[in-house]
Each structure stands twice: as C-alpha cells, then as structure tokens.
C-alpha cells in the first residue's frame, strides 16, 4: 500500500485463489486510474489469469507490463474485446469514458469490473441497465473503500452476527489527499471526473446501503463546495450528503480533498455504524497518532464492552473470489448487480442535486 | 465525573477564581437537570459565592444542601429572586420551564444561567430576547459539552490559533445513554424536553457556531427518529441536523440515546473540526477500548504532523469565570448572548422542521 497517494492506493493480499490457473481469464482496458492496479491484484489473488492489457498511451501499459509480466500487450480495445477466451475486462478508464466501455465489453460477451465511480450521468447508467438486461453480463464496480479493505470487511461481519443489533445509521468521512501535480487533467474537468459526490461519494454510499442493508434510498441533502482551490475552479473540494433509506435507516457522510501534508497516508477514512445493540467505529487507514502505521482498526461496543480489533491479515478479500465465482456460474453473491447501480444513482443524484456552499 | 450517566455529569476542576468571596453572589434554583451540579461546581471554582438553593422538592434541596453545605435553603422562589445580593441565579428546570423562569429572575434584576436547552418554543425564545432588551439583564446557557469539556476547550484554542487554517466544517457525534429507570416523568414527554434536536442537540449546535465562527446559519436537514423505544412513544432516540452557516461553512451532527452498557462512560462524544490547513477531532469522554478511563483526547493534524493532546487537567473552564466578568463589568468576552440565542433558535427550527424517520 503507497502511504502518499490514495489514487495508487492497490492492497495486496494472501492468494486466495477460487478457481484454478485459466478456468477465469480477464483483461485489463484503460489504466487511466491507478487503481486498476488494486483490482489487478486482487482478482490474482482469487485465481484469476490475466491475458491482455490495453491502453493508447505507451506508457501505462509498460508500467502495467513491469508489474505484470504474464499479461500480454494488445494492440487495440479490439483485440481485448476479440479474445473468445477472456471472462471479463477490468477497467479504470476516465470515468466519463466508464460507462460507454461497459456498454462496448457487455456487447463483447464479457462481464465487466470498472473502478468507480461507475458513470458521471444518470443517460450512462440507464444505458447499463438496458445492456445488462440485454446481454445478460454484469457491470459490476471496484468499490474499492469497502470491497479491499479488511477493516471494513471485518464490521461487515459483525454487523451481519448481530452484534450490534439492528442497524439505524451509518456516518462515513472520505477525506483524500490532493496532491494536484500528480493528478491528470481530466481529474479537474467536472465533466469527465462528474464531481466529488459521484467520485469518492460513491464509495460512501455503496458502503452505506450495505451495513444497512437498505435496497433503496433517497439522498435528502448534498452540498458541494469549492473552500480553497480557485486555480481549479471545477474542483470540489468538499462534498457531503444525507441519504434516508427505505427501511427508515440513515445516512451523513463527508468527502474532501483536505488531507494535510502531515497525515501518515492519504486520508483519515473512517466509517460509523449506530445499531440499536451497539456501534462500531472503522479507522481505515490509519491510527491517528498512534504507533504504527497500519489500518484495518475496527472498534466495537455493545453491552459486552469496549473491543478493538486489527483486522488486517484477518479477513482477506472475499469479494473478488465471490465476484469470479458469480461470472463463472452466472450467480450474484458477491454483489447484486441492482445494488452495484442504485449506489451509483444516488451518487449521480446527490451530484445533480447539491447545494452549493 | 460520574462515568455511568450523563445527566449527573459534573466536572469538578481546579479552583481558579476571577474575584473574591463575595464579589460575585449567586443563587441555585429548580434543580430538575443534575446540570445543576456542573453549573454551580463551575461557578464555585471561578470565585462565586454561593447563597441560597430553592426547589420544591425538599429532596432535591437536602441532597444539594449535602454537596455544597454553604448553600441556605430558601422557601420560595421568591426569596431567591428577592434577594438584593445576588447577581445571578443559576437553573435546571424542566425545559419548558426554563425560558418563563429566565423570565422571572431577569424581572428581579438579575442574570440568569440556565441549563442547557433554554427553550422548547419559539415564543420562549422571543420573549426572552425582548425581556434581555427591556431589561439589560443576561440570558446565558450552560452548553457543558463545550463549556466544561477541557478537550473542547484546547481544541478552541488551536482553531484560534490558526494550526488547521480556515475551518470549513464541523462535525459532531453526542451519543448519551437513555438509563431509562433513573429519568423522571418529564424527560419522555416531549412537550416538556423538547424533543432531541432540541435538547442534546443544542451542544452540538452551539459547538459549530462556535468552532466555525459563524453569526447566522440556515438548518437544511434535520430528521428525527424513535427506532427502538415504542414504550415512550415521545422519546426521540435519534436525530440528526445539517446547517450551513452564512460563510459557507457545513455542520452535521448527529445524537442518539443508544450508548450501550459495555461503554465505560455515558456517551461516546465526538467533534470532528476541517479546515483547509488541517483537521482536529475530539474524544471527548474517552478513548475506545484505549488503556485508561479519561477523556479529553485531541487529536491535531496538520502539515507538521499528527499530535495527540491529553488536555485533561490543561486548560480548566475559562467560560465560567469569564461569564462572572461579563455579569459584573457586563461586558460579552465569555459569550455572546445573540450566539446563545442565536444556537437556542437553530435547535428549535431544527426541531420544527425535522424529518421523522
């Protein structure tokens, strides 16, 4: 894990492999965000065999080569799309570029795995509704704040034991650190990024919708706002959002761009989760001040008492083995493909609907 | 501080007196809130000389009579607002009751101190501020989770001092424990507590005005809840509020009467400060699962670094003899009365206007 830099932010876990070396083969499309490394190594470590890599600039694709040598180079989308062999292209194109991809792997007999946030407007994810129910493939995302890290896999576990009760309401912060030089053009250009909301909310969001096991929602409030960055004048630097679920459950959650320099990684990401029985508390990434470095600390209280629990090395990844297992036998356990979209409508309505401060 | 209930909470810390015995004379009545306790410990400590105590339960007055002996048991309200030598009385009514109380003792020339929240109407509220403008007198609000709260008060400081630059949001988490068996009749009768939002969401409100230096504020969301608790069918055990302040800075909080029994403390009380040079959050009351019992736990972060502040036993509570000052030389440096005011009708709105999930 790159401490600095949430964008290259790719978790390495133990091989966990669910299927033997080529029974599921996928392809890597569009590497224009650093965390087609992290869905990479994870679909790896699931058993997963990569064959080709694709992208128009040279030089991606040599980064990506020098960490992956087994994968094969191709020429264009074309031959990736071609491959009669290939289950599923992974990608992590310019988001706007997102979801006109998915339409074109789904129309290619893959399924589809794209690092979030999955579309920038709600014609893109109506689009994938019609392809999927067309094709039958999945679109499914990298919501990667959840889906690769352990801590937060680890308060999925004790949320469904009970231990806390019954869910009511679930705060998430997501701050992330800048760091602009590093950052491509598009990255400032609203229309290609699609606003914080939709970008790092929707991790918040899909996060939300899981602890609560809410299967619709509506987003309340949003606020976006611009405090400190006038030299990128369609930057937000700040987002927040409150969603009411079906059930009557609820959601707050925070996104900014503010991580000062002096923060021991990219951001202080932190998830809450109120049940009638308990709370849990998630410090993702980092121990504020604390002696180590690590993340993964999962706090848990209920009427046995205070615990603090260090889920790294714990709980591992199952999402991705799940997620290949779900391509290979036509099955959605790792992920309903309903809930993969309806976090990313709320994030594209939070987006459209917020106020600016 | 009792560790087990909020409602007895009642620092005690080092006397530090601003005038001398004598200078400063103050009387306790309506002793419905175990504030009380907090708000004459406090005063004590800042120099003030205690004089008479009223309630009409004889109960209530031997056990305050127990813990501050000098006190005189006066029989009537009227003794305490007739006495020509006080300058302050100090309350915990029913909240209901608290705003005609205010009433009464500024009609008798002296300033009021009231437990927090100072009103459950709208009415309440402008009738005290026309009763402070007829008579000069002050209308101030013990708003204890910042005002007696050592970690609030560091944290106030380093804001002030600029360590996270411009402070664009605030945060804030007041879970508290319902211990339902030890509340008396009026606390489930939202007529007379006023609703969630109202009453343990006063602080939180009072903490962004303050934090984020804001003079007017707009709530945008609020909802309130009772998810768990059909036997008190008034009893809010949930609410949460959005405000957006005048200069564009965002406040959410949320509380709830769920802190479980295995909390070593009352409520797991947080503040979370963003600005655009760095962030702050306070554990207020303890440090989950952490070795000790204490709380007070500041954590800075800025582009030096992250640093952990135990400001326990650090700053004391310079509100108290600040406010003794202010009543005597009726100056404003402890708190305005249009910020008390201003928090007081934020509350009620949020109240009004809320959601009910």
């Known amino acids: 894990m790159n401490q600095m830099d949430g964008m290259n932010y790719a978790p390495k876990g133990k091989p966990k492999p669910v299927v033997k070396e080529g029974e599921f083969v996928f392809s890597a499309a569009h590497l224009d965000h650093g965390h087609i490394y992290g869905m990479t190594n994870a679909l790896l470590e699931a058993g997963g065999t990569l064959r080709y890599v694709y992208d128009p600039d040279e030089e991606k694709v040599a980064r990506f080569l020098k960490t992956y040598p087994q994968a094969k180079a191709a020429r264009s989308e074309e031959e990736v799309l071609g491959d009669p062999g290939a289950h599923m292209v992974a990608g992590a194109a310019v988001t706007s570029e997102r979801g006109p991809f998915g339409l074109r792997v789904m129309d290619a007999g893959k399924d589809y795995f794209t690092d979030k946030a999955p579309f920038t ?30 801590g937060a896999v680890l308060a999925g576990y004790l949320v469904e034991s009970g231990e806390i009760g019954k869910v009511i ?39 939300y919708l899981y602890y609560a096991g809410e299967k619709a929602a509506k987003v309340q409030l949003s606020r976006i706002g611009n405090y400190a960055h006038p030299q990128y004048p369609e930057l937000e630097d700040f ?23 002096g923060l021991r990684t990219w951001g202080d990401g932190r998830t809450f989760i109120v049940g009638t029985e308990g709370f849990i508390e998630i410090r993702k ?12 600390h999962v706090y848990l209280v209920n009427g046995k008492g205070e615990k603090h629990l260090d889920a790294t090395g714990v709980t591992g990844y199952p999402f991705f083995g799940a997620l290949i297992l779900d391509c290979l036998n036509r099955t959605e356990n790792a992920m309903t493909q309903e809930h993969a979209f309806l976090a990313a409508q709320l994030c594209l309505e939070a987006e459209a609907q917020a106020v600016r401060v």
Chains 1, 2 share one sequence.
């Open 285 to 296: 990434y980092i121990d504020l001040a604390g002696q180590e470095t690590g993340g993964n």
């Open 121 to 150: 407007t709600m014609e893109q994810l109506e689009r994938a509704r019609q392809k999927v129910k067309e094709t039958g493939k999945k679109y499914m995302v990298y919501y990667s704040e959840r889906l690769h890290v352990e």
């Open 239 to 261: 987002g927040d959002c409150a969603i009411t679920g079906e059930n009557g459950t609820t959601n707050y959650f925070r996104v900014d761009w503010f991580t000062p320099d």
């Open 169 to 207: 309401s679930v705060t998430g912060f997501g701050p992330h650190r800048l760091g602009a030089a590093g950052r491509p053009a598009w990255f400032f250009e609203k229309e290609r990024y699609g606003g914080i909301l939709c970008d790092i909310g929707s991790h918040q969001i899909e996060q």
